[in-house]
């Protein structure tokens, strides 16, 4: 087996209103670490969930990409999450949303669209992807900010000049704009097509890497798929060179098959798995909690020592 020497990565998950983001993003890193596929070292993986994906967290990790002094290197960034396009009164403005953000202080709390490409342009990498799992069917913690109006939008508008600067500069993202994406087990519908992609499924050449067109192809194939047609990634490569990203056997030929063992499911419609309310009916009143990031059909409870709610 062999590594992959120049790959490195930074993959966030977001986390909070968004649970099934960590598992996304997690398992994402992993693969790429993993020393029988995609064979990363592990020390250039960078992975951000949670409490660890905050603004700062993210803008200081994009910042180290940029100081990578490699000239082979590859690059792979990844954020799911939030994405919105936010409408004030000086104008329109897109912000990716990471942990802790706060919409009545969106500049000091979320990135600004604008401040992820100049990020984004700052990584001397030849080879750029970038993968944007946004538009998941969460609501913002505090949906109705004064004097704001917000839309889910899948990629920063700042994004297409940046492509356009580079034949290695590729992007892919989740959805389209007016769609929403759709969470899974283990893993979300387009973020489990990457990882299929990236363990050798679909690959255009079987010699061992995976290249840009191999997940471009295979997400754009499934995903429609297992969502009835009602999510399309968006797939900005035409102009850009089909690189080779990772290895999918480290380095072998052969498929080592995927890192789970579990049939993939998909939700069947967005949002659907991410909470369930329960009402728990004792005696003459009725106590509702919500339920989040459900992990199966049936949920025990034990509400006020009254025993198990089913």
Partial sequence: MTQFTHGHALVIGMGA????????????????????RCAYP??????LTGEQATRGAVLSALDALARISDPQATVVVYFSGHGYRV????????YLMPFGYDTDRLFDTAIRGDEFTARLRQIPAQKLLVLLDCCHAGGLAKPDPSGLKLAKSPIPPEAAGLLAEGRGRVLIASSQPDELSFAGRPYSAFTLALIEALCGVGASIQDGSVRVSDLAMHAREVVPGRTAGRQHPILNFEQADNFALAFYAAGETQVK??????????????GAWSSVQVTHIDGDHNIQTNIESVSGATIHITLGGTGPVT
């Fill in 17 to 36: 209103d968004l649970p099934n983001t960590v598992q996304d993003a997690a398992g994402l890193a992993q693969l790429l670490k993993d020393e029988a």
């Fill in 42 to 47: 592990s020390e250039q993986v960078t992975l």
């Fill in 87 to 94: 409408t004030a009164s000086l104008g329109e403005f897109y």
């Fill in 257 to 270: 098959g995927l890192p789970f063992s579990q049939p993939p499911t998909i939700e069947p419609e967005p």
